[in-house]
């Protein structure tokens, strides 16, 4: 257990900061490669140090007292300063790189297919990307960029627009050929494919029929946690998903996802990129900041 300068615990503070970011013992312990037993015996170790209590234990869920919320953003701001600077000092002697933060369906749809471009332009920048589809789970100091969905407010970070984008139902031709669709009703009596709802701002079929009025019915949904596997499901003919259409456009443009009906919807957030407001950025996060802003949806 290592202590300098008067701190706690370094290992304890490393197993709090996990703990309040994940919201969970069991994820933090998973992040640190440690049981979650050795987690939550660190973080009571700090309690007893601090003699206040850091997190209100509920019923299979932790939620952070007001002691527990001042703490987590202190440990937070340092530990981001120290990879920060640990960072700067590590790249002057190698290739600069940017950790981008994204979903997987981001990556792998919208943001790889263009990094070519920037490959091109910039060939002394290396790009690491860390995907995570767990709504918290970029909420890590090692990333330096984070693509994100949302309102555009997010505690203690600037953000950027990249674009707005619209949501409509997609299948493939030939479950399309199979299954005459006249309207919304139709639609809604066929097999959906539905992605499961880890974050609640992420638009769903409901939501969907509820914005263009249709009325609410028992819906037939086979569900996934990942949008990847939703469109695979639809490009395999197993029934309909709800596309986002820039993330979809390869697909309908080579004819492997056909759109069942003219009905859309606007998706009701837009995608941001993100970066952290303490920690000014270095010239090779900026250069990439820059070029995503440009980049049409």
Same mark, same amino acid.
């Given at each position: ?21 994940? +919201? !969970?013992?069991?994820? *933090? $312990? ?9 987690? %939550?015996? &660190?973080? =009571?170790? @700090? ?67 263009? +990094? !070519?471009?920037?490959? *091109? $332009? ?9 995907? %995570?589809? &767990?709504? =918290?789970? @970029? ?159």
């Amino acid at each position: 257990m290592v202590r300098i300068l008067g701190l706690p615990s370094l290992n304890a503070l490393a197993a709090f900061e996990a703990a309040a970011r994940q +919201m !969970s013992l069991t994820k *933090a $312990a998973e992040e640190l490669n440690v049981t979650p037993g050795a987690v %939550s015996k &660190h973080v =009571r170790t @700090l309690e007893e140090d601090l003699g206040a209590p850091l997190f209100l234990r509920l019923h299979r869920a932790l939620e952070l007292t007001r002691e527990g919320e001042a703490m987590s953003a202190a440990v937070r701001e340092g530990f981001e300063r120290v990879l920060a600077t640990y960072r700067q000092i590590k790249m002057s002697g190698g290739q600069p790189s940017v950790t981008v933060g994204s979903t997987m369906a981001m990556a792998q749809l919208w943001l790889i297919p263009r +990094m !070519s471009e920037f490959w *091109a $332009a910039h060939q002394d920048i290396a790009v690491e990307h860390f995907i %995570s589809d &767990h709504p =918290r789970g @970029l909420d890590r100091a090692d990333i330096d960029l984070r693509i994100r969905y949302g309102a555009g407010e997010w505690p203690d970070e600037e953000a950027a627009k990249l674009y707005d984008d619209i949501i409509f139902p997609v299948a493939s031709p030939d479950f399309a050929r199979r299954h005459a669709v006249q309207s919304l009703e139709d639609i809604a009596a066929l097999q959906l494919l539905s992605v499961e709802r880890i974050d609640l701002i992420w638009t769903d079929w409901p939501d969907f029929f509820r914005e263009l009025g249709c009325r609410d019915r028992r819906l037939n949904t086979r569900r996934c946690n990942s949008y990847v596997i939703a469109m695979q499901s639809a490009r395999s003919g197993q029934g309909v998903a709800l596309a986002w259409a820039n993330l979809v456009r390869p697909w309908i443009e080579t004819g492997d996802l056909v759109r069942l009906t003219d009905a859309q919807i606007n998706a009701p957030h837009s995608y941001f990129v993100t970066w952290n407001s303490r920690r000014p950025l270095n010239r090779q996060t900026a250069t990439l900041r820059d070029w995503m802003v440009t980049l049409e949806g």
